[in-house]
């Protein structure tokens, strides 16, 4: 069975400061993994996707992450945060033959000006 | 339309009551999803559709919940007699090519049931 484990419910940065969201995955088989972005009231944004071609993978808005099959990890960076990363970022790995995305219960990501 | 339209934005409902949630994905897409997402929780699959095909719906947490795609579009999400426990938020979300994930899935801004 396929699932994620989100390391940190809450992170708090102080701006211009790197960004470290760790997620750590199980999966029986070769994973896709993602990150969702959740700003409040709007709906889930791709951040990134690992679909098993580059370990590491650039996504929108200079985040990163990189996949680490020997440590099962897919951890989220950015170099420098800016107050509007203020959200709630998801770690997925996708379920099974349907398609289905399992979800990380998520951290909330808190930048000080 | 441009994105994954989700209606209504915000419903409270009695409980014992029926309830129904619309989603309109984006035109064309093949697959469609629902999610439930209590708070503070990330989002747990609760049905998929290819088309108007319901291919799986292992999520439904009861008999009580009920998915439609009669025609491959539209889709409902039907609660019937709510509890406590279904107040979430419902997501709806849409993808181009079946189960590709490298198509990438649209999700709708959801709605959020308030069952008092």
């Known amino acids: 069975a396929q699932s994620v484990t989100q390391l940190d419910s809450h992170v708090s940065v102080s701006e211009g400061t790197p960004v470290l969201l760790r997620c750590n995955y199980s999966?029986?088989?070769?994973?896709?993994l993602f990150w969702y972005v959740q700003h409040p009231n709007k709906g889930l944004q791709l951040l990134l996707k690992?679909?098993?071609?580059?370990?590491l993978v650039k996504g929108i808005n200079g985040f990163e992450a990189e996949f680490k099959k020997s440590e099962t990890s897919f951890h989220l960076t950015k170099p420098s945060a800016h107050m509007s990363d203020a959200a709630e970022y998801f770690c997925?790995?996708?379920?099974?033959?349907?398609?289905?995305?399992?979800f990380g219960k998520g951290t909330k990501l808190s930048v000080k000006p | 339309g441009a994105g994954v339209s989700q209606s209504p934005r915000y419903k409270v409902a009695k409980r014992g009551q029926d309830v129904a949630l619309r989603c309109d994905p984006i035109?064309?897409?093949?697959?469609l999803f629902w999610y439930q997402q209590a708070l503070g929780q990330g989002p747990e699959f609760l049905t998929y559709?290819?088309?108007?095909?319901?291919?799986?719906k292992s999520g439904l947490p009861s008999d009580r919940f009920f998915a439609e795609r009669p025609e491959g579009s539209v889709s409902t999400l039907k609660i019937q007699r709510t509890q406590q426990e279904d107040s979430a938020v419902y997501l709806c979300?849409?993808?181009?090519?079946?189960?590709?994930?490298?198509?990438?899935?649209?999700f709708g801004s959801g709605t959020r049931l308030t069952v008092v």
């Open positions: 035109s064309g897409h093949v697959s």
């Open positions: 690992y679909t098993s071609a580059a370990t």
């Open positions: 997925v790995v996708s379920g099974g033959s349907q398609g289905n995305l399992i």
């Open positions: 999966s029986s088989y070769s994973p896709s």
């Open positions: 979300a849409s993808s181009l090519g079946g189960t590709n994930l490298n198509y990438g899935y649209t």
């Open positions: 559709f290819q088309n108007e095909a319901q291919l799986d």
